[in-house]
C-alpha cells in the first residue's frame, strides 16, 4: 500500500490554514472585545461620576433645607417665648391691679341704661370716650383667649413658613 503523500500534504496545508484562520479571528475579535470592555468601562465611569455628582447636589440641597429649618424652628421657638413672656407679664400685672382692662361702650346706646361718665380722668387716655372696667377675672380669661390665638398664629406662621421652606 502507498502512502498518499499528496493527501497528506493537502490536509496538512487545509488544517494549518484553518488553524492560522482560526489564531487571526480570535487575535482580531480579542481587539474588538478589548476595545469593546473599554468603552464600556468608560462608560460606567462616567455614570458612575454623573451619578455622584446628583447625589452630592441632592445632599447640598437637604443640607440647605435642614439649615432653612432650623433657622425657622429657632424663629418660631423664640416668637413663642417672646409670647409666652409678655403673656405671663400681663398676666401678673392683671393679678396685683397693676393694670386694669377696660372696654369702650357706645355712648349713644342709652337703651342699656348704662351711666357711666364720659370725662376722662387726669391720667387716663380715653379722650372722654365712656369706658367700663372689666372684672379681673374676667380680664384674665380674654388674657387666656389672646394667648391662646396669640400662640396659634405664630404656630401657623410656622407651618407656613416650613411649607415655603419644603417647596422651594
Same mark, same amino acid.
Given at each position: 500500500? @502507498?502512502?498518499?503523500?499528496?493527501?497528506?500534504?493537502?490536509?496538512?496545508?487545509?488544517?494549518?490554514?484553518?488553524?492560522?484562520?482560526?489564531?487571526?479571528?480570535?487575535?482580531?475579535?480579542?481587539?474588538?472585545?478589548?476595545?469593546?470592555?473599554?468603552?464600556?468601562?468608560?462608560?460606567?465611569?462616567?455614570?458612575?461620576?454623573?451619578?455622584? @455628582?446628583?447625589?452630592?447636589?441632592?445632599?447640598?440641597?437637604?443640607?440647605?433645607?435642614?439649615?432653612?429649618?432650623?433657622?425657622?424652628?429657632?424663629?418660631?421657638?423664640?416668637?413663642?417665648?417672646?409670647?409666652?413672656?409678655?403673656?405671663?407679664?400681663?398676666?401678673?400685672?392683671?393679678?396685683?391691679?397693676?393694670?386694669?382692662?377696660?372696654?369702650?361702650?357706645?355712648?349713644?346706646?342709652?337703651?342699656?341704661?348704662?351711666?357711666?361718665?364720659?370725662?376722662?380722668?387726669?391720667?387716663?387716655?380715653?379722650?372722654?370716650?365712656?369706658?367700663?372696667?372689666?372684672?379681673?377675672?374676667?380680664?384674665?380669661?380674654?388674657?387666656?383667649?389672646?394667648?391662646?390665638?396669640?400662640?396659634?398664629?405664630?404656630?401657623?406662621?410656622?407651618?407656613?413658613?416650613?411649607?415655603?421652606?419644603? @417647596?422651594?
Amino acid at each position: 500500500m @502507498t502512502v498518499p503523500w499528496r493527501l497528506i500534504g493537502v490536509l496538512g496545508l487545509v488544517v494549518g490554514s484553518f488553524g492560522s484562520a482560526w489564531q487571526f479571528q480570535d487575535w482580531r475579535y480579542g481587539q474588538q472585545l478589548a476595545e469593546q470592555a473599554k468603552l464600556h468601562a468608560e462608560t460606567l465611569n462616567q455614570l458612575i461620576q454623573a451619578a455622584a @455628582t446628583a447625589q452630592q447636589a441632592e445632599q447640598d440641597k437637604r443640607l440647605a433645607l435642614e439649615q432653612r429649618l432650623a433657622a425657622s424652628e429657632q424663629t418660631h421657638f423664640r416668637k413663642m417665648t417672646d409670647a409666652q413672656r409678655d403673656q405671663d407679664r400681663l398676666r401678673d400685672r392683671l393679678a396685683t391691679a397693676d393694670l386694669r382692662l377696660s372696654v369702650l361702650l357706645d355712648a349713644t346706646d342709652v337703651a342699656k341704661g348704662c351711666d357711666v361718665p364720659t370725662t376722662a380722668s387726669a391720667g387716663g387716655v380715653g379722650h372722654a370716650a365712656v369706658r367700663a372696667r372689666l372684672d379681673p377675672a374676667h380680664a384674665q380669661r380674654i388674657i387666656a383667649i389672646t394667648d391662646n390665638g396669640d400662640r396659634g398664629l405664630i404656630a401657623l406662621q410656622a407651618c407656613q413658613a416650613y411649607v415655603r421652606g419644603v @417647596t422651594r
